[in-house]
């Protein structure tokens, strides 16, 4: 990413188009931490540090934690997405994780139409138990991703090994 600054308003645009994502019961699990700018820096370091204090001096790797502070390098917005976990519905947890990631598509598609890079990571210390305290939320809620949104100078050509023929069976 170039460091140049996305509009807040496009941020809340595709934050809009999150909340049309499809939702069983209407149970609309999806839930936003944003992170604008000097924020979104701040919270790279907080994560780094995370991860340093939660990690055993043995375990403890200095290049993983300059990958999660570069995240920071850069970056316009951070948005941390989590699953709001609905107890008094009954739904299974996996129809909410796939609500939640239509949601997170919805966003990565609205960020390329709006040429925006944008970066699902769930790196670092994402699925960790002291992200959920530090970002206070529940137990049962679920980090499902950490979003990374900037511009970028180079456009990422993504790449997909298994031929798109072999994942489908088309029924004649
Ligand atoms: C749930 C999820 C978590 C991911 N976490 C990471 C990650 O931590 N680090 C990483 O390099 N890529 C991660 N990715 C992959 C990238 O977001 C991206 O999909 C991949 O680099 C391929 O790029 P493309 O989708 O633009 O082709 C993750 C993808 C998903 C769906």
Known sequence: MNGKLIPDEQIWELLYLADWAPTHKITEPWRFIVYPGDKAKAF????????????????????????????????SHIVVTYLKRSLNVDIPEIEEIAAVSAAIENILLGAAALGIAGFWSTGGMTHKKEMKKFLK???????????????????HEGKRIIPLSEKIVWNK
């Not at 340093?52 to 850069?74: A, P, V």
């Open 137 to 155: 939320i529940s137990d049962e809620d679920t980090v499902m991703g950490i979003l990374y949104f900037g511009y970028a100078d180079i456009i």
């Open 44 to 75: 790279a370091l907080e994560h780094a540090e995370l991860y340093k204090n939660s990690t055993s001096q043995d375990n403890f790797k200095q290049d993983k934690y300059e990958k999660i502070l570069g995240n920071g390098k850069n970056v």
